[in-house]
């Protein structure tokens, strides 16, 4: 079973940053799994360097269609995923210095923060965004 299951709840109607979120979900999941197989510490550092590859390419999606179509909310929204982008990488840091353990920090930090930023600061720009044609 998995731990996070894409719903249309997740959907901001724009078709290309919701397949990203399904990638996402996906790592999620994949960390999950090998958690639960006993395997995380085999497949974190992979998930990782995915996660911040990720990150990049996701939020630059994200970012050139809010500036693109003048998204009042962009600055907010640019810092939270600058923020997104720190905390990734200093995952990255501390497996490298130590992997044991945190794989369950990890998994608990995506999936507060899949929910809390796609829920909610995603959703915000969808009206916008869906009201220039961006669909």
Same mark, same amino acid.
């Given at each position: 079973?998995?731990?996070?299951?894409?719903?249309?709840?997740?959907?901001?109607?724009?078709?290309?940053?919701?397949?990203?979120?399904?990638?996402?979900?996906?790592?999620?999941?994949? %960390?999950? @799994?090998?958690?639960?197989? #006993?395997? =995380?510490?085999?497949? &974190? *550092?992979?998930?990782?360097?995915? +996660?911040? !590859?990720?990150?990049?390419?996701?939020?630059?999606?994200?970012?050139?269609?809010?500036?693109?179509?003048?998204?009042?909310?962009?600055?907010?929204?640019?810092?939270?995923?600058?923020?997104?982008?720190?905390?990734?990488?200093?995952?990255?840091? %501390?497996? @490298?210095?130590?992997?044991? #353990?945190? =794989?369950?920090?990890? &998994? *608990?930090?995506?999936?507060?923060? +899949?929910? !809390?930023?796609?829920?909610?600061?995603?959703?915000?720009?969808?009206?916008?965004?869906?009201?220039?044609?961006?669909?």
């Amino acid at each position: 079973m998995s731990l996070i299951t894409w719903s249309e709840e997740f959907s901001v109607n724009i078709k290309e940053i919701d397949n990203q979120h399904r990638q996402l979900i996906e790592m999620i999941n994949q %960390l999950q @799994r090998a958690m639960r197989e #006993g395997k =995380s510490a085999t497949v &974190l *550092n992979d998930i990782l360097q995915r +996660l911040i !590859d990720y990150t990049d390419y996701h939020f630059s999606t994200e970012e050139r269609l809010m500036e693109a179509y003048n998204y009042p909310g962009y600055v907010h929204h640019k810092a939270q995923h600058d923020a997104m982008k720190r905390k990734v990488q200093e995952f990255q840091r %501390l497996y @490298r210095q130590n992997p044991t #353990g945190l =794989s369950v920090q990890l &998994l *608990n930090f995506l999936k507060t923060w +899949l929910n !809390d930023h796609i829920l909610n600061t995603d959703k915000h720009y969808t009206r916008h965004l869906n009201n220039q044609g961006v669909t």
